[in-house]
Protein backbone atom coordinates (compact mmCIF):
# COMPACT_ATOMS: atom_id res chain seq x y z
CA UNK A 1 0.00 0.00 0.00
CA UNK A 2 1.45 3.55 -0.73
CA UNK A 3 0.64 6.28 1.37
CA UNK A 4 -0.54 10.14 0.20
CA UNK A 5 0.40 13.06 1.07
CA UNK A 6 -1.95 15.28 2.87
CA UNK A 7 -1.77 18.66 1.04
CA UNK A 8 -3.16 21.50 3.69
CA UNK A 9 -0.27 22.88 5.32
CA UNK A 10 -2.58 23.25 8.67
CA UNK A 11 -3.82 19.89 9.34
CA UNK A 12 -3.99 18.79 12.95
CA UNK A 13 -2.30 15.43 14.06
CA UNK A 14 -4.89 12.50 13.46
CA UNK A 15 -6.37 10.64 16.15
CA UNK A 16 -4.76 7.62 15.52
CA UNK A 17 -1.20 8.83 16.63
CA UNK A 18 1.71 10.98 15.26
CA UNK A 19 5.00 12.21 16.46
CA UNK A 20 5.84 13.20 19.45
CA UNK A 21 9.13 15.09 20.15
CA UNK A 22 10.30 15.51 23.46
CA UNK A 23 13.53 17.71 24.65
CA UNK A 24 16.66 15.26 26.38
CA UNK A 25 18.70 19.14 26.87
CA UNK A 26 19.10 20.29 30.21
CA UNK A 27 19.64 18.94 33.44
CA UNK A 28 19.82 14.84 34.02
CA UNK A 29 23.19 14.48 32.64
CA UNK A 30 26.16 13.41 33.86
CA UNK A 31 29.69 13.85 32.23
CA UNK A 32 32.61 11.55 33.89
CA UNK A 33 30.23 11.03 36.85
CA UNK A 34 29.43 14.73 37.52
CA UNK A 35 26.04 16.29 36.94
CA UNK A 36 25.73 18.46 33.85
CA UNK A 37 23.20 20.22 31.58
CA UNK A 38 23.14 19.33 27.94
CA UNK A 39 24.09 21.04 25.71
CA UNK A 40 27.36 20.79 27.07
CA UNK A 41 30.79 21.48 26.39
CA UNK A 42 34.04 20.89 28.43
CA UNK A 43 36.61 23.64 26.76
CA UNK A 44 34.44 27.06 27.02
CA UNK A 45 37.30 27.91 29.47
CA UNK A 46 40.47 26.22 29.13
CA UNK A 47 39.71 26.18 25.17
CA UNK A 48 40.67 30.26 25.17
CA UNK A 49 43.16 30.70 27.70
CA UNK A 50 46.05 30.33 26.09
CA UNK A 51 47.55 28.10 28.79
CA UNK A 52 48.82 24.41 29.42
CA UNK A 53 46.24 21.84 29.15
CA UNK A 54 45.83 20.29 33.05
CA UNK A 55 43.83 16.94 31.70
CA UNK A 56 45.20 14.00 30.17
CA UNK A 57 44.06 13.27 26.37
CA UNK A 58 45.35 16.14 25.21
CA UNK A 59 47.00 16.20 21.88
CA UNK A 60 50.84 16.36 21.65
CA UNK A 61 51.52 14.62 17.96
CA UNK A 62 49.94 16.91 15.68
CA UNK A 63 52.27 18.91 15.14
CA UNK A 64 51.02 20.63 11.97
CA UNK A 65 47.78 21.85 13.82
CA UNK A 66 47.21 25.08 14.12
CA UNK A 67 44.94 25.57 17.41
CA UNK A 68 45.80 21.94 18.41
CA UNK A 69 49.04 22.43 19.14
CA UNK A 70 50.36 20.36 22.18
CA UNK A 71 49.11 20.80 25.58
CA UNK A 72 46.84 23.74 25.32
CA UNK A 73 43.01 22.39 25.84
CA UNK A 74 41.40 19.38 27.00
CA UNK A 75 41.15 16.72 23.88
CA UNK A 76 39.30 13.46 25.56
CA UNK A 77 36.67 10.81 25.33
CA UNK A 78 34.15 11.64 27.81
CA UNK A 79 31.78 9.47 28.90
CA UNK A 80 28.07 10.81 29.09
CA UNK A 81 25.32 9.43 30.89
CA UNK A 82 21.21 9.94 31.61
CA UNK A 83 17.83 8.29 31.51
CA UNK A 84 15.95 7.62 29.08
CA UNK A 85 12.24 8.01 29.09
CA UNK A 86 9.51 4.91 28.67
CA UNK A 87 8.65 3.74 25.16
CA UNK A 88 4.97 3.97 24.33
CA UNK A 89 4.18 -0.01 23.27
CA UNK A 90 3.38 -0.19 19.35
CA UNK A 91 5.56 2.70 18.30
CA UNK A 92 9.30 3.68 17.58
CA UNK A 93 11.41 5.15 19.39
CA UNK A 94 14.45 7.83 18.28
CA UNK A 95 17.22 9.96 20.08
CA UNK A 96 18.47 12.66 17.96
CA UNK A 97 21.86 14.54 18.33
CA UNK A 98 21.63 17.94 16.97
CA UNK A 99 25.49 17.58 17.21
CA UNK A 100 28.79 15.75 19.60
CA UNK A 101 31.95 16.51 18.84
CA UNK A 102 33.82 15.33 17.35
CA UNK A 103 32.91 11.50 17.48
CA UNK A 104 30.11 9.77 19.27
CA UNK A 105 29.39 6.52 20.06
CA UNK A 106 26.38 5.61 21.36
CA UNK A 107 24.96 2.67 23.81
CA UNK A 108 20.90 1.95 25.20
CA UNK A 109 20.97 -0.22 28.22
CA UNK A 110 24.28 -1.14 27.42
CA UNK A 111 23.92 -2.18 23.48
CA UNK A 112 25.53 0.06 21.14
CA UNK A 113 22.88 1.86 19.12
CA UNK A 114 25.05 3.63 16.87
CA UNK A 115 27.92 6.04 16.16
CA UNK A 116 28.96 9.01 14.53
CA UNK A 117 32.17 10.70 13.15
CA UNK A 118 31.56 14.66 12.45
CA UNK A 119 31.25 17.61 15.27
CA UNK A 120 28.99 19.76 13.29
CA UNK A 121 26.39 17.60 11.72
CA UNK A 122 23.23 16.00 12.98
CA UNK A 123 22.79 12.03 13.92
CA UNK A 124 19.77 10.28 14.83
CA UNK A 125 19.88 6.47 15.92
CA UNK A 126 16.60 3.73 16.67
CA UNK A 127 16.38 2.95 20.25
CA UNK A 128 13.15 0.85 19.64
CA UNK A 129 14.98 -2.23 19.72
CA UNK A 130 17.10 -1.77 22.39
CA UNK A 131 14.40 -0.11 25.68
CA UNK A 132 13.22 -2.01 27.99
CA UNK A 133 9.28 -1.16 29.53
CA UNK A 134 11.11 1.58 32.22
CA UNK A 135 14.41 1.78 33.76
CA UNK A 136 16.11 3.00 30.34
CA UNK A 137 19.47 4.46 30.66
CA UNK A 138 21.42 5.81 27.25
CA UNK A 139 25.51 6.41 27.50
CA UNK A 140 27.32 8.65 24.86
CA UNK A 141 30.91 8.79 24.74
CA UNK A 142 31.83 11.98 23.05
CA UNK A 143 34.94 12.47 21.85
CA UNK A 144 37.50 15.44 20.65
CA UNK A 145 40.62 13.92 19.79
CA UNK A 146 42.93 14.27 17.00
CA UNK A 147 41.88 11.57 14.28
CA UNK A 148 43.90 11.66 10.99
CA UNK A 149 40.86 10.27 9.51
CA UNK A 150 38.41 12.59 10.62
CA UNK A 151 37.89 16.57 9.24
CA UNK A 152 39.12 18.83 9.85
CA UNK A 153 42.63 17.66 10.26
CA UNK A 154 43.54 21.15 11.83
CA UNK A 155 41.98 24.24 11.93
CA UNK A 156 42.77 28.42 13.33
CA UNK A 157 40.10 27.48 16.09
CA UNK A 158 39.72 25.53 19.07
CA UNK A 159 37.86 21.95 18.08
CA UNK A 160 36.20 21.90 21.27
CA UNK A 161 34.57 18.36 22.90
CA UNK A 162 30.97 17.66 23.97
CA UNK A 163 27.43 16.69 23.57
CA UNK A 164 27.16 20.48 22.73
CA UNK A 165 23.91 20.88 20.46
CA UNK A 166 20.24 20.03 21.84
CA UNK A 167 19.27 16.23 21.90
CA UNK A 168 15.38 15.42 21.48
CA UNK A 169 13.40 12.34 22.25
CA UNK A 170 11.12 11.30 19.30
CA UNK A 171 8.31 8.82 19.26
CA UNK A 172 6.40 7.81 16.10
CA UNK A 173 4.09 5.66 14.30
CA UNK A 174 5.43 2.12 13.14
CA UNK A 175 5.22 3.30 9.88
CA UNK A 176 7.03 6.83 9.82
CA UNK A 177 8.50 9.46 7.82
CA UNK A 178 12.52 8.61 7.93
CA UNK A 179 13.98 10.25 11.10
CA UNK A 180 17.32 8.75 10.27
CA UNK A 181 19.44 8.93 7.08
CA UNK A 182 22.03 11.62 6.85
CA UNK A 183 20.35 13.15 10.07
CA UNK A 184 17.43 14.70 8.26
CA UNK A 185 13.47 15.08 9.01
CA UNK A 186 13.02 12.62 5.89
CA UNK A 187 11.71 15.67 3.60
CA UNK A 188 13.29 17.57 0.53
CA UNK A 189 11.02 20.65 -1.04
CA UNK A 190 12.18 21.81 -4.17
CA UNK A 191 10.42 26.05 -4.42
CA UNK A 192 9.68 27.30 -6.99
CA UNK A 193 8.74 31.55 -6.78
CA UNK A 194 5.69 31.24 -8.92
CA UNK A 195 4.40 29.76 -5.69
CA UNK A 196 4.61 25.84 -6.16
CA UNK A 197 6.69 23.40 -3.55
CA UNK A 198 7.36 19.89 -4.43
CA UNK A 199 8.37 17.93 -1.19
CA UNK A 200 9.98 14.69 -1.50
CA UNK A 201 9.75 12.46 1.23
CA UNK A 202 11.02 9.23 2.81
CA UNK A 203 8.19 7.04 4.22
CA UNK A 204 9.73 4.23 6.58
CA UNK A 205 7.45 1.09 7.37
CA UNK A 206 5.15 0.69 4.72
CA UNK A 207 6.40 -2.72 3.45
CA UNK A 208 8.21 -5.88 4.56
CA UNK A 209 10.67 -4.63 7.17
CA UNK A 210 10.70 -1.60 9.71
CA UNK A 211 13.30 0.37 7.35
CA UNK A 212 11.69 -0.23 4.30
CA UNK A 213 11.59 2.89 2.17
CA UNK A 214 8.81 4.22 0.39
CA UNK A 215 9.68 7.23 -1.79
CA UNK A 216 6.45 9.85 -1.93
CA UNK A 217 5.87 13.59 -3.79
CA UNK A 218 3.55 16.29 -3.69
CA UNK A 219 2.66 19.68 -4.49
CA UNK A 220 1.85 22.32 -2.16
CA UNK A 221 0.18 25.20 -4.12
CA UNK A 222 0.74 29.17 -2.41
CA UNK A 223 -1.23 31.57 -4.39
CA UNK A 224 0.30 35.26 -4.15
CA UNK A 225 3.26 34.26 -2.07
CA UNK A 226 5.85 37.16 -1.37
CA UNK A 227 9.33 36.65 -2.11
CA UNK A 228 11.98 36.33 0.66
CA UNK A 229 14.47 38.89 1.06
CA UNK A 230 16.73 40.34 3.62
CA UNK A 231 14.48 43.50 3.53
CA UNK A 232 11.14 41.38 3.91
CA UNK A 233 12.19 37.49 5.29
CA UNK A 234 8.77 36.20 4.55
CA UNK A 235 7.99 32.41 5.11
CA UNK A 236 5.12 30.01 4.61
CA UNK A 237 4.68 27.43 7.27
CA UNK A 238 4.42 23.59 5.56
CA UNK A 239 2.91 20.37 7.29
CA UNK A 240 3.76 16.97 5.43
CA UNK A 241 1.61 14.30 6.89
CA UNK A 242 1.16 10.41 6.18
CA UNK A 243 -2.13 8.71 7.21
CA UNK A 244 -0.31 7.09 10.05
CA UNK A 245 -0.45 10.20 11.90
CA UNK A 246 3.15 10.91 11.57
CA UNK A 247 4.08 14.18 10.56
CA UNK A 248 6.86 17.11 10.05
CA UNK A 249 6.13 20.83 10.02
CA UNK A 250 8.32 23.09 8.01
CA UNK A 251 8.66 26.22 6.48
CA UNK A 252 9.57 27.79 3.15
CA UNK A 253 10.71 31.02 1.52
CA UNK A 254 10.00 31.64 -2.07
CA UNK A 255 13.56 33.46 -3.85
CA UNK A 256 15.44 33.08 -6.47
CA UNK A 257 19.61 32.74 -6.44
CA UNK A 258 22.15 33.22 -8.96
CA UNK A 259 25.86 34.00 -10.08
CA UNK A 260 25.43 36.41 -13.62
CA UNK A 261 28.84 37.93 -15.29
CA UNK A 262 28.28 40.95 -13.49
CA UNK A 263 27.46 39.79 -9.62
CA UNK A 264 24.92 37.76 -7.18
CA UNK A 265 21.31 38.20 -7.96
CA UNK A 266 18.79 38.20 -5.56
CA UNK A 267 15.62 37.61 -7.17
CA UNK A 268 16.70 39.41 -10.00
CA UNK A 269 18.05 42.15 -8.26
CA UNK A 270 22.37 43.00 -8.45
CA UNK A 271 23.19 43.04 -4.56
CA UNK A 272 26.60 43.40 -3.53
CA UNK A 273 26.76 41.29 -0.37
CA UNK A 274 27.89 42.87 2.99
CA UNK A 275 29.02 40.06 5.12
CA UNK A 276 30.70 38.77 8.34
CA UNK A 277 31.94 35.33 9.47
CA UNK A 278 30.93 33.59 12.68
CA UNK A 279 32.45 30.84 14.62
CA UNK A 280 29.70 29.02 16.77
CA UNK A 281 31.99 29.30 19.96
CA UNK A 282 29.62 31.94 22.04
CA UNK A 283 32.26 32.47 25.34
CA UNK A 284 32.44 31.13 28.31
CA UNK A 285 29.87 28.16 27.31
CA UNK A 286 32.22 27.39 24.20
CA UNK A 287 30.16 25.63 21.23
CA UNK A 288 27.55 24.88 23.44
CA UNK A 289 25.38 27.92 23.00
CA UNK A 290 21.92 28.46 24.37
CA UNK A 291 18.95 30.31 22.42
CA UNK A 292 19.02 32.98 23.71
CA UNK A 293 22.97 33.34 23.46
CA UNK A 294 22.44 32.28 19.36
CA UNK A 295 19.58 34.59 19.23
CA UNK A 296 21.54 37.45 20.78
CA UNK A 297 24.53 37.02 18.08
CA UNK A 298 22.04 37.14 15.34
CA UNK A 299 20.38 40.08 16.46
CA UNK A 300 23.79 41.80 16.81
CA UNK A 301 24.70 41.05 13.31
CA UNK A 302 21.19 42.65 11.86
CA UNK A 303 21.48 45.93 14.23
CA UNK A 304 25.26 46.05 12.15
CA UNK A 305 23.03 46.29 8.91
CA UNK A 306 24.83 43.23 7.31
CA UNK A 307 22.29 41.12 4.70
CA UNK A 308 24.97 37.81 4.85
CA UNK A 309 26.66 35.43 6.99
CA UNK A 310 29.54 33.31 6.58
CA UNK A 311 29.29 30.54 9.10
CA UNK A 312 32.79 29.18 9.07
CA UNK A 313 34.54 27.23 8.63
CA UNK A 314 31.71 24.26 8.97
CA UNK A 315 27.71 23.44 8.97
CA UNK A 316 26.19 25.15 12.12
CA UNK A 317 23.03 24.01 14.24
CA UNK A 318 19.77 24.17 12.53
CA UNK A 319 18.30 26.62 15.11
CA UNK A 320 20.61 29.19 13.49
CA UNK A 321 19.39 28.45 10.24
CA UNK A 322 16.32 29.27 11.21
CA UNK A 323 16.91 31.86 12.75
CA UNK A 324 18.96 33.34 9.36
CA UNK A 325 15.48 32.01 7.75
CA UNK A 326 13.47 34.40 9.93
CA UNK A 327 15.60 37.28 9.94
CA UNK A 328 16.38 37.67 6.93
CA UNK A 329 20.20 36.75 6.56
CA UNK A 330 21.91 35.16 3.45
CA UNK A 331 24.07 32.40 4.21
CA UNK A 332 27.82 30.89 2.80
CA UNK A 333 27.33 27.39 4.76
CA UNK A 334 30.37 25.70 4.19
CA UNK A 335 32.23 21.83 4.84
CA UNK A 336 35.03 21.52 7.25
CA UNK A 337 37.93 21.38 4.70
CA UNK A 338 40.26 23.55 5.98
CA UNK A 339 44.21 24.01 5.27
CA UNK A 340 45.05 20.51 4.06
CA UNK A 341 43.33 17.15 3.65
CA UNK A 342 44.72 12.97 3.99
CA UNK A 343 45.25 10.70 1.06
CA UNK A 344 43.44 7.85 2.63
CA UNK A 345 40.15 6.50 1.79
CA UNK A 346 39.17 6.85 5.02
CA UNK A 347 38.96 10.43 5.42
CA UNK A 348 37.83 10.96 2.11
CA UNK A 349 34.65 9.01 2.63
CA UNK A 350 34.16 11.23 6.16
CA UNK A 351 34.62 14.35 4.65
CA UNK A 352 31.93 13.04 1.86
CA UNK A 353 29.78 12.17 4.69
CA UNK A 354 30.11 15.33 6.42
CA UNK A 355 29.77 17.10 3.40
CA UNK A 356 26.44 14.87 2.10
CA UNK A 357 24.22 15.99 6.12
CA UNK A 358 25.66 19.18 5.44
CA UNK A 359 23.06 19.69 2.46
CA UNK A 360 20.99 16.99 3.24
CA UNK A 361 20.34 19.08 6.85
CA UNK A 362 19.93 22.44 5.58
CA UNK A 363 18.72 22.28 2.03
CA UNK A 364 15.27 23.40 2.50
CA UNK A 365 16.27 26.84 4.25
CA UNK A 366 15.97 30.05 1.62
CA UNK A 367 18.95 31.41 3.92
CA UNK A 368 21.03 29.51 2.25
CA UNK A 369 23.00 30.91 -1.15
CA UNK A 370 26.01 28.67 -1.52
CA UNK A 371 27.59 25.58 -0.27
CA UNK A 372 31.42 26.00 0.37
CA UNK A 373 33.97 23.46 -0.61
CA UNK A 374 37.26 24.89 1.30
CA UNK A 375 38.94 27.27 3.27
CA UNK A 376 42.07 28.37 2.57
CA UNK A 377 43.56 24.52 1.47
CA UNK A 378 47.63 24.79 1.21
CA UNK A 379 47.52 26.88 4.57
CA UNK A 380 50.42 25.39 6.85
CA UNK A 381 50.52 22.55 5.20
CA UNK A 382 52.70 19.51 5.76
CA UNK A 383 55.56 18.84 3.23
CA UNK A 384 53.90 15.55 2.33
CA UNK A 385 50.43 17.36 0.95
CA UNK A 386 52.67 20.07 -0.99
CA UNK A 387 52.06 18.20 -4.76
CA UNK A 388 49.26 19.75 -6.16
CA UNK A 389 46.37 17.60 -7.81
CA UNK A 390 45.42 14.84 -5.60
CA UNK A 391 43.37 17.54 -2.50
CA UNK A 392 41.72 18.96 -5.34
CA UNK A 393 40.82 15.65 -6.87
CA UNK A 394 39.03 15.15 -3.09
CA UNK A 395 37.12 18.33 -3.17
CA UNK A 396 35.90 17.86 -7.38
CA UNK A 397 34.34 14.73 -5.66
CA UNK A 398 32.81 16.63 -3.01
CA UNK A 399 31.72 19.53 -5.00
CA UNK A 400 30.02 17.05 -7.94
CA UNK A 401 28.04 15.31 -4.69
CA UNK A 402 26.80 18.89 -3.63
CA UNK A 403 25.82 19.64 -7.17
CA UNK A 404 23.83 16.23 -7.91
CA UNK A 405 22.23 16.77 -4.27
CA UNK A 406 21.27 20.33 -4.74
CA UNK A 407 21.27 22.14 -8.20
CA UNK A 408 19.96 25.39 -7.45
CA UNK A 409 22.83 26.57 -5.71
CA UNK A 410 26.20 27.45 -6.42
CA UNK A 411 29.27 26.11 -4.77
CA UNK A 412 31.80 28.74 -3.67
CA UNK A 413 35.38 28.39 -1.90
CA UNK A 414 37.84 31.04 0.15
CA UNK A 415 40.92 30.89 -1.13
CA UNK A 416 44.10 32.44 0.01
CA UNK A 417 46.60 31.10 -3.02
CA UNK A 418 47.02 33.01 -6.13
CA UNK A 419 48.94 30.41 -7.68
CA UNK A 420 47.05 26.98 -7.06
CA UNK A 421 45.03 27.56 -10.44
CA UNK A 422 43.61 24.19 -10.29
CA UNK A 423 42.25 24.54 -6.85
CA UNK A 424 40.91 28.09 -7.49
CA UNK A 425 38.88 26.65 -10.58
CA UNK A 426 37.08 24.25 -8.45
CA UNK A 427 33.81 26.50 -7.46
CA UNK A 428 31.40 28.19 -9.15
CA UNK A 429 32.09 31.18 -7.82
CA UNK A 430 35.66 32.18 -6.12
CA UNK A 431 36.39 34.27 -2.89
CA UNK A 432 39.95 35.07 -1.38
CA UNK A 433 40.60 35.50 1.80
CA UNK A 434 42.96 38.75 2.64
CA UNK A 435 44.68 40.98 5.47
CA UNK A 436 46.53 43.80 3.88
CA UNK A 437 48.09 45.68 6.91
CA UNK A 438 47.91 43.15 8.97
CA UNK A 439 49.73 39.60 7.71
CA UNK A 440 51.40 41.70 4.51
CA UNK A 441 52.34 45.28 3.61
CA UNK A 442 50.52 45.08 0.90
CA UNK A 443 46.85 47.16 0.08
CA UNK A 444 43.81 46.01 -0.64
CA UNK A 445 44.32 47.65 -4.00
CA UNK A 446 47.14 45.47 -4.44
CA UNK A 447 45.66 42.57 -3.39
CA UNK A 448 42.37 42.64 -5.69
CA UNK A 449 44.05 43.22 -8.27
CA UNK A 450 46.72 40.40 -7.70
CA UNK A 451 43.39 37.75 -7.27
CA UNK A 452 41.54 39.16 -10.44
CA UNK A 453 44.69 38.78 -12.47
CA UNK A 454 46.26 35.41 -11.33
CA UNK A 455 42.27 33.64 -10.46
CA UNK A 456 41.17 35.02 -14.54
CA UNK A 457 37.32 35.33 -13.49
CA UNK A 458 35.17 38.34 -14.02
CA UNK A 459 33.77 38.30 -10.46
CA UNK A 460 35.40 37.85 -6.93
CA UNK A 461 34.07 37.59 -3.11
CA UNK A 462 35.97 38.53 -0.32
CA UNK A 463 35.56 36.23 2.12
CA UNK A 464 38.09 37.10 5.23
CA UNK A 465 39.48 40.54 5.61
CA UNK A 466 39.96 42.35 8.73
CA UNK A 467 42.75 42.69 11.72
CA UNK A 468 42.98 42.02 15.53
CA UNK A 469 41.89 44.67 17.88
CA UNK A 470 41.84 44.50 21.36
CA UNK A 471 39.22 47.05 23.36
CA UNK A 472 41.36 47.95 25.76
CA UNK A 473 44.61 48.95 24.15
CA UNK A 474 45.17 51.84 22.53
CA UNK A 475 47.90 53.91 20.76
CA UNK A 476 47.94 57.32 19.26
CA UNK A 477 49.42 58.40 17.04
CA UNK A 478 49.65 54.95 15.39
CA UNK A 479 53.13 54.19 13.86
CA UNK A 480 53.35 54.51 10.09
CA UNK A 481 54.77 50.72 9.50
CA UNK A 482 53.03 47.28 10.23
CA UNK A 483 52.58 46.25 13.72
CA UNK A 484 53.86 42.85 14.50
CA UNK A 485 50.17 40.63 14.42
CA UNK A 486 51.31 38.30 16.37
CA UNK A 487 52.87 40.53 19.15
CA UNK A 488 51.44 41.26 22.58
CA UNK A 489 49.98 44.98 21.02
CA UNK A 490 46.68 44.91 19.07
CA UNK A 491 45.56 48.53 19.22
CA UNK A 492 42.03 49.04 18.87
CA UNK A 493 42.95 52.14 16.67
CA UNK A 494 45.06 49.96 14.28
CA UNK A 495 41.45 48.02 13.43
CA UNK A 496 39.44 50.80 12.52
CA UNK A 497 42.47 52.24 10.62
CA UNK A 498 43.10 49.00 8.64
CA UNK A 499 39.29 48.22 8.30
CA UNK A 500 38.38 51.97 6.69
CA UNK A 501 41.33 51.64 4.64
CA UNK A 502 40.30 48.22 2.98
CA UNK A 503 36.27 49.26 2.77
CA UNK A 504 36.87 52.36 0.76
CA UNK A 505 38.80 49.47 -2.18
CA UNK A 506 35.84 47.42 -1.44
CA UNK A 507 33.27 50.00 -2.23
CA UNK A 508 35.19 51.16 -5.45
CA UNK A 509 35.55 47.81 -6.63
CA UNK A 510 32.56 47.22 -8.72
CA UNK A 511 33.66 43.41 -9.75
CA UNK A 512 33.21 42.31 -5.60
CA UNK A 513 29.91 39.90 -5.26
CA UNK A 514 30.37 40.31 -1.86
CA UNK A 515 33.04 40.64 1.28
CA UNK A 516 32.66 38.95 4.75
CA UNK A 517 34.34 40.28 7.47
CA UNK A 518 36.66 38.76 9.59
CA UNK A 519 35.49 38.36 11.80
CA UNK A 520 31.92 39.38 13.79
CA UNK A 521 32.76 38.24 17.07
CA UNK A 522 36.17 36.85 18.98
CA UNK A 523 36.48 33.31 19.18
CA UNK A 524 38.70 30.68 21.05
CA UNK A 525 41.86 29.77 19.23
CA UNK A 526 43.78 28.65 21.84
CA UNK A 527 47.22 28.22 20.39
CA UNK A 528 47.23 32.35 19.79
CA UNK A 529 49.51 34.29 21.95
CA UNK A 530 49.01 37.64 21.04
CA UNK A 531 47.17 41.00 21.44
CA UNK A 532 47.34 40.92 24.91
CA UNK A 533 45.13 38.12 25.65
CA UNK A 534 46.06 34.37 24.66
CA UNK A 535 43.75 31.70 23.15
CA UNK A 536 41.42 34.11 21.27
CA UNK A 537 41.08 35.38 17.94
CA UNK A 538 40.46 39.19 18.76
CA UNK A 539 39.99 40.29 14.76
CA UNK A 540 36.12 40.05 16.35
CA UNK A 541 34.01 43.53 16.03
CA UNK A 542 32.73 42.53 19.25
CA UNK A 543 34.69 40.65 22.12
CA UNK A 544 33.81 37.09 22.95
CA UNK A 545 31.85 37.72 25.85
CA UNK A 546 29.42 40.00 23.54
CA UNK A 547 29.72 43.22 26.04
CA UNK A 548 31.88 45.21 24.39
CA UNK A 549 31.41 46.53 20.89
CA UNK A 550 34.86 47.86 19.35
CA UNK A 551 35.02 50.94 17.11
CA UNK A 552 34.96 48.97 14.04
CA UNK A 553 31.50 47.58 14.59
CA UNK A 554 30.40 51.23 14.86
CA UNK A 555 32.20 51.91 11.42
CA UNK A 556 30.23 49.20 9.86
CA UNK A 557 26.98 49.99 11.94
CA UNK A 558 27.58 54.08 10.28
CA UNK A 559 27.76 52.34 6.89
CA UNK A 560 25.52 49.71 6.78
CA UNK A 561 22.55 50.37 9.26
CA UNK A 562 19.22 52.49 8.14
CA UNK A 563 19.69 54.06 11.46
CA UNK A 564 21.67 57.30 11.60
CA UNK A 565 25.15 56.32 13.87
CA UNK A 566 27.33 59.18 15.23
CA UNK A 567 30.24 57.89 17.11
CA UNK A 568 33.90 58.96 18.31
CA UNK A 569 36.77 56.42 18.59
CA UNK A 570 38.54 55.45 21.37
CA UNK A 571 36.71 56.49 24.10
CA UNK A 572 37.98 53.41 26.07
CA UNK A 573 41.52 55.33 26.05
CA UNK A 574 40.89 58.28 28.77
CA UNK A 575 44.82 59.00 29.89
CA UNK A 576 47.00 60.44 27.91
CA UNK A 577 50.57 61.99 28.18
CA UNK A 578 50.67 63.58 25.04
CA UNK A 579 49.77 67.54 24.17
CA UNK A 580 47.83 66.66 21.32
CA UNK A 581 45.57 63.75 19.94
CA UNK A 582 44.25 62.26 17.16
CA UNK A 583 40.42 62.93 16.74
CA UNK A 584 38.43 59.69 14.81
CA UNK A 585 34.61 59.75 14.55
CA UNK A 586 31.89 58.07 11.59
CA UNK A 587 28.60 59.59 10.61
CA UNK A 588 25.89 58.69 8.84
CA UNK A 589 24.32 61.77 9.83
CA UNK A 590 26.58 64.51 7.61
CA UNK A 591 28.94 66.67 8.58
CA UNK A 592 30.55 67.00 12.14
CA UNK A 593 31.56 69.87 13.98
CA UNK A 594 34.38 68.87 16.56
CA UNK A 595 34.30 70.84 19.70
CA UNK A 596 37.16 70.59 22.23
CA UNK A 597 36.60 72.20 25.78
CA UNK A 598 33.83 74.35 24.28
CA UNK A 599 36.16 75.53 21.77
CA UNK A 600 35.10 74.75 17.74
CA UNK A 601 38.21 72.95 16.01
CA UNK A 602 36.45 72.82 12.86
CA UNK A 603 33.98 71.28 10.70
CA UNK A 604 34.31 67.93 8.31
CA UNK A 605 31.48 66.06 5.83
CA UNK A 606 32.60 62.76 6.41
CA UNK A 607 34.66 60.64 3.27
CA UNK A 608 33.19 57.73 1.14
CA UNK A 609 33.40 55.72 4.34
CA UNK A 610 31.20 57.79 6.50
CA UNK A 611 34.78 58.78 8.30
CA UNK A 612 35.83 62.31 9.87
CA UNK A 613 39.20 62.49 11.15
CA UNK A 614 41.38 65.12 12.91
CA UNK A 615 45.02 65.11 14.23
CA UNK A 616 47.43 67.03 16.82
CA UNK A 617 44.35 68.05 17.93
CA UNK A 618 45.81 70.46 21.09
CA UNK A 619 44.83 69.34 24.35
CA UNK A 620 44.59 71.12 28.00
CA UNK A 621 46.22 69.83 31.20
CA UNK A 622 43.92 67.64 33.21
CA UNK A 623 40.20 66.68 31.97
CA UNK A 624 39.44 67.41 28.20
CA UNK A 625 35.98 66.75 27.10
CA UNK A 626 36.10 66.09 22.98
CA UNK A 627 32.42 66.45 21.48
CA UNK A 628 31.46 65.25 17.50
CA UNK A 629 28.55 67.21 16.62
CA UNK A 630 26.60 66.07 13.46
CA UNK A 631 24.54 68.29 11.13
CA UNK A 632 21.39 66.90 12.51
CA UNK A 633 21.84 67.35 16.13
CA UNK A 634 23.00 63.96 17.40
CA UNK A 635 26.09 64.32 19.99
CA UNK A 636 28.47 62.02 21.04
CA UNK A 637 30.90 63.03 23.61
CA UNK A 638 34.91 61.33 25.01
CA UNK A 639 36.80 62.58 27.81
CA UNK A 640 40.52 62.42 27.46
CA UNK A 641 42.70 63.34 30.41
CA UNK A 642 46.25 64.57 29.86
CA UNK A 643 48.43 63.51 32.70
CA UNK A 644 52.13 64.36 33.22
CA UNK A 645 54.65 61.54 31.97
CA UNK A 646 56.63 59.63 34.71
CA UNK A 647 60.48 58.25 33.95
Known amino acids: MRYCLLVSCLLPLLAFGGRTVVSLSGPGWTCDGEAVSVPHCWNGIDGADGEPATSVGTNAYDRYGMSISPDTYVRKAAVYTRALPDPTPGRRQFVRFGAVSREATVKINGRLAGTHAGAFTAFTVEATDFLKPSGNTMEVVADNRYNPELAPLSADYTLMGGIYRDVTWIETPEVCIDPVTDGTDGVVLDVNTNGTVVATVRVWGEGDGRKSVSVLRQKFVFRDCRLWSPEEPVLYPIRVEIPSGDAVNLHVGFRTVEFRADGFYLNGVRRKLR ?130 MDPSRPTVAASDRQPRRQLNALPDQLAFNAYPGWYGDTTMREDLDGWFAASGRAILGIAEYGAGGNPFEHLDPLPSGRLDPGGPLHPEETQVKLHAADYREIVAEPRLWGTFIWAMFDFAADARREGGKNGVNDKGLVTRDRQTKKDAFSFYEANWSALPVLHVCSQRATETTNATCSVVGFSSCGPVTLIVNDRVVGRQVPDEVKVVRWTDVPLAEGENLIVLRAQDGSVVVRRLKRIAATN
Open 275 to 404: GVNRHQDVGAHGWAATPEEDVRDFQLIKELGADAVRLAHYPQSSRVMDLCDNLGLLVWCEEPAINWLSKSAAFKENLLQQSREMVAQHRNHPCIFAWSLFNEIYNSVPPDRKEEGWMEAILAECRNQIRA
